[in-house]
DNA sequence: TCCCAGGACTACT
DNA sequence: AGTAGTCCTGGG
């Protein structure tokens, strides 16, 4: 594992090659909150923790003596990136990515707040998902308090959010998502095996995901890649479209079966490779392609 | 006022 | 198997 220490409950990882600015705001969760002094926040299992980067080291707090594993597995640090960027490099193409989004890493968040997540992502926009998130915990979450008196909410269990009104759903802005919402919860608390979807071939799981209600093709795969250990797991959505079509396919929409061919090449990276193209993607516009 | 935003569902060929 | 219209909401 990676280099750590622990002191005054504060957590210190190595990291090499890491942008905790990017992994954090490049919308693959959203619950983390920057703070003026350059920190970020979150609320990650039952603890609302402060997380700071300062060159290769990363600060995290409060902390016990046991979380070292919980945030090294959280953060990807096990992961050799610059594995994925030296096969990157080798390809013309995925090589202009690396320098918009070098630092990213994929989190492993949990899988059911990472499912309503992108439920309520859906032919939506970032920052209205983060609010209407925080809205549902608040309405629903369970409520903590920190040390410091901080107050916080646990993002809702499946039980919760089942026996929420579908009119005080709807009231908290979540739109026409709410029914999906409600059904997919339902199906959590009556035993959809969530969890064993990590150890399922990365098809038969996508499947598997499809069958809950507000879960289309893109949904899986964020939920997948995000919280279940699937690296085949590649998103697509419009973004996505537009770059696979401008960079490999001369502006053309791919066939199925095409770019299925072109995904089997990025193999078990494919996910965190989407995570290159993607950031590549927002901020050139694929003005240059 | 209209149109769209990091999709999914439904109802059609 | 593939495609168009519709869906709640907030912002340009």
């Known amino acids: 594992m990676s280099e750590f220490d ?6 210190q990882l190595h990291v090499h090659n890491f942008s905790l600015e990017r992994s954090c705001t490049c919308g693959q969760a959203f619950r983390w909150v920057k703070r003026d002094n350059g ?13 700071s980067q300062h060159r290769d080291t990363l600060c995290i707090s409060p902390c016990s003596d046991t979380d070292a594993t919980k945030y090294v597995t959280y ?16 390809d013309a193409v995925l090589k202009k990515c690396i320098p ?21 992502s859906a032919n ?9 998130i925080e809205r549902l915990c608040k309405a629903c979450g369970e409520k903590m308090t920190a040390k410091d008196g901080t107050e916080y909410y646990l993002f809702p269990t499946a039980e919760a959010l089942k026996n929420m009104p579908l009119t005080s759903l709807r009231e908290l802005g979540l739109g026409y998502r709410d029914e999906y919402i409600k059904s997919t919860a339902e199906c959590i608390a009556e035993g959809f095996p969530l969890e064993s979807l990590r150890d399922m071939p990365y098809t038969q799981a996508k ?18 890649l995000f919280s279940l250990g699937h690296g085949r797991a590649f998103p697509m959505d419009v973004w996505m479209k537009r770059a696979v079509s401008s960079m490999f396919f001369e502006g053309k929409e791919p066939k199925n079966a095409e770019l299925c061919e072109l995904l089997d090449g990025f193999g078990d990276d494919a996910g965190r490779i989407q995570q290159y193209i993607f950031h590549f993607a927002r901020e050139t516009g694929l003005k240059n392609e």
């Open 39 to 51: 920190s970020f926040c979150c609320v990650i299992g039952k603890e609302l923790v402060s997380v």
């Open 207 to 224: 499947k598997e995901l499809c069958k809950l209600r507000g879960v289309g093709g893109k949904v899986a795969d964020c939920v997948l």
């Open 75 to 90: 953060f990807d640090l096990d992961r050799d990136y610059n594995a994925i960027e030296d096969k990157m490099l080798a």
């Open 6 to 11: 622990i002191k005054d409950n504060t957590l």
């Open 124 to 132: 939506n926009n970032i920052k209205r998902i983060s609010t209407t």
């Open 100 to 120: 918009y989004a070098s630092g990213i890493r994929v989190f492993a968040q949990e899988p059911f707040e990472t499912l309503i997540s992108f439920i309520i």
